[in-house]
């Protein structure tokens, strides 16, 4: 048994969105694997769901994030 508990990294008024929680947190409270940011305001922290959508979407429809297809017809990819 551990006799002191490993803090986390962060700073108060540093904002964190759970993954695992599902919840905004202010500190950080769980690991960083399990969470986003930090953010500037809570209320950054609570849109951290969407903004990771919309950044997605963004990547997925940029053609400069895209390789062009190479294979040549009647042949598999790899």
Do not use: S
């Not at 108060?12 to 969105?17: K, L, N, R, T």
């Not at 769901?49 to 994030?65: F, G, S, Y």
């Amino acid at each position: 048994m551990a006799l002191f508990k490993k803090r986390t990294a962060g700073k108060p008024g540093e904002w964190f969105y759970c993954l695992e929680h599902k919840k905004v947190e202010e500190g950080p409270e769980c690991p960083a694997k399990d969470r986003f940011g930090p953010y500037v305001t809570r209320q950054e922290a609570q849109h951290a769901m969407e903004t990771a959508a919309e950044r997605n979407l963004q990547w997925e429809t940029d053609p400069k994030w895209h390789d062009k297809d190479t294979t040549q017809p009647g042949e598999e990819g790899t």
